[in-house]
């Protein structure tokens, strides 16, 4: 069983740009959730995505979007990028939406606006 | 916004039992706390989860208060590997995790 992946690790860019990141599931895995973690605080929960549909989302604003697709990866998509997006970029996939299903987290993409 | 609260940190000395408290005063009948841990520059990884009743495992154990508002992740004999942040989690609808700020737990050689 693999584990989560992600990609970039790291990523610089500037004011208004904006950035893809990716993240590879475990192979069935129907569900993945994308985190913001900001320096020295706790994820923050940005949006689910199950079987390739959007299934919840957090306080973010729509520059933030995403994708999920058949081959378990699933994309992470920000608009407009402002310097407030610097931050730690978590994935985590998990079997289903069941309350005793695990998450299982990639390593992050740390992304920097300059 | 989270559901749950933690001491921001604690401290504990090696090989010695730990003791990681949470509150999660609004749990309903069916929602589960799940523990997470992040160990620095990696992302959170699963601790252990629990409904009702007590449970362990090979890393720690969960011991749930009789009226569920509350619960203690307990590390039995703390090593210096174990030194992390911890998030006790009330899952939303769809088991949508939404973080607070978590327990920073130093182990002391």
């Known amino acids: 069983e693999t584990g989560v992946t992600q990609s970039p690790t790291h990523l610089i860019k500037t004011r208004g740009q904006q950035v893809t990141l990716r993240c590879s599931s475990q192979?069935?895995?129907?569900?993945v959730s994308w985190y913001q973690q900001a320096l020295g605080q706790g994820p923050q929960f940005i949006f689910q995505y199950y079987r390739e549909e959007e299934n919840g989302r957090g306080n973010f604003p729509p520059r933030f979007s995403g994708l999920q697709f058949p081959n378990y990866s699933s994309e992470l998509n920000v608009n407009a990028l402002e310097l407030d997006d610097s931050a730690l970029y978590l994935c985590?996939?998990?079997?289903?939406?069941?309350?005793?299903?695990?998450?299982?987290f990639g390593p992050g993409t740390r992304l920097t606006v300059l | 916004d989270a559901k749950t609260t933690q001491p921001n940190s604690m401290e504990s000395n090696e090989e010695e039992p730990v003791h990681l408290p949470c509150n999660h005063s609004?749990?309903?009948?069916?929602?589960?706390i799940h523990w997470y841990r992040q160990l620095p520059s990696q992302g959170p990884e699963y601790v252990i989860h629990?409904?009702?009743s007590n449970v362990n495992n090979r890393m720690a154990s969960l011991a749930i208060a009789e009226d569920r508002k509350s619960s203690t992740l307990i590390l039995h004999r703390a090593t210096l590997r174990d030194a992390a942040v911890y998030y006790c989690i009330q899952p939303n609808t769809g088991n949508q995790f939404y973080f607070g700020t978590g327990t920073s737990l130093t182990v002391i050689p």
């Open positions: 192979s069935g895995h129907n569900t």
């Open positions: 629990g409904l009702t």
């Open positions: 985590a996939s998990s079997l289903g939406l069941a309350f005793t299903d695990t998450q299982y």
């Open positions: 609004t749990i309903s009948g069916t929602d589960y």
